[in-house]
T-cell receptor, first 112, second 112 residues
Framework: DGGITQSPKYLFRKEGQNVTLSCEQNLNHDAMYWYRQDPGQGLRLIYYSQIVNDFQKGDIAEGYSVSREKKESFPLTVTSAQKNPTAFYLC???????????FGQGTRLTVV | QKEVEQDPGPLSVPEGAIVSLNCTYSNSAFQYFMWYRQYSRKGPELLMYTYSSGNKEDGRFTAQVDKSSKYISLFIRDSQPSDSATYLCAMSARINAGKSTFGDGTTLTVKP
């Protein structure tokens, strides 16, 4: 089945450590996105990529980094510079048309 | 002030009730309007989208957009316990959902 796979589902990190969240899609979508969701809040865009080897900052990019070396993969690194990293992270992809935007099932990151 | 304001809820209704979920916005450039449904601990799924003003119906769901009032609504007829979820409105000035601005969500509970 086509879709977006995020792993792991739950992730625990010690303060001061970097951690990488995986996002893989087999939908042949060109665009991919990372969102952060905090309790009771909507989705805030972290980074997005329209094509391979290119990406742009979203609204809350500070403390995060991404790469887009392959069309199907868009990993997100949460660095130690992110002051409040505990959140639910969602990866999404689209082919460009509105009705084909798909979200992954999310990764819940907790800093301990 | 946020660009998109969503009725906060939570909302609790009996099975079979008609549900109205609402969002207002301030950016007159928004042209694409979406509703997502998000079950607990899952990624959002696109429920409906509309372009510009007007109504769109899909089964028990109707989306309305009033651009003159900068107001959008999602109506759910004959609500079911399986409709219990958080509903997020989103809107964009382009056909690219990755650049959408999201509301904070309304949590709906439909009681049997």
């Amino acid at each position: 089945d086509g879709g977006i796979t995020q792993s792991p589902k739950y992730l625990f990190r010690k303060e001061g450590q970097n951690v990488t969240l995986s996002c893989e899609q087999n939908l042949n979508h060109d665009a991919m996105y990372w969102y952060r969701q905090d309790p009771g809040q909507g989705l805030r865009l972290i980074y997005y990529s329209q094509i391979v080897n290119d990406f742009q900052k979203g609204d809350i990019a500070e403390g995060y980094s991404v790469s887009r070396e392959k069309k199907e993969s868009f990993p997100l690194t949460v660095t130690s510079a992110q002051k409040n990293p505990t959140a639910f992270y969602l990866c999404a992809s689209s082919i460009g048309r509105q009705d084909t935007t798909i979200f992954g099932q999310g990764t819940r990151l907790t800093v301990v | 002030q946020k660009e998109v304001e969503q009725d906060p809820g939570p909302l609790s209704v009996p099975e079979g009730a008609i549900v109205s979920l609402n969002c207002t916005y301030s950016n007159s450039a928004f042209q694409y309007f979406m509703w997502y449904r998000q079950y607990s601990r899952k990624g959002p799924e696109l429920l409906m989208y509309t372009y510009s003003s007007g109504n769109k119906e899909d089964g028990r769901f109707t989306a309305q957009v009033d651009k003159s009032s900068k107001y959008i609504s999602l109506f759910i007829r004959d609500s079911q316990p399986s409709d219990s979820a958080t509903y997020l409105c989103a809107m964009s000035a382009r056909i690219n959902a990755g650049k959408s601005t999201f509301g904070d969500g309304t949590t709906l509970t439909v009681k049997p």
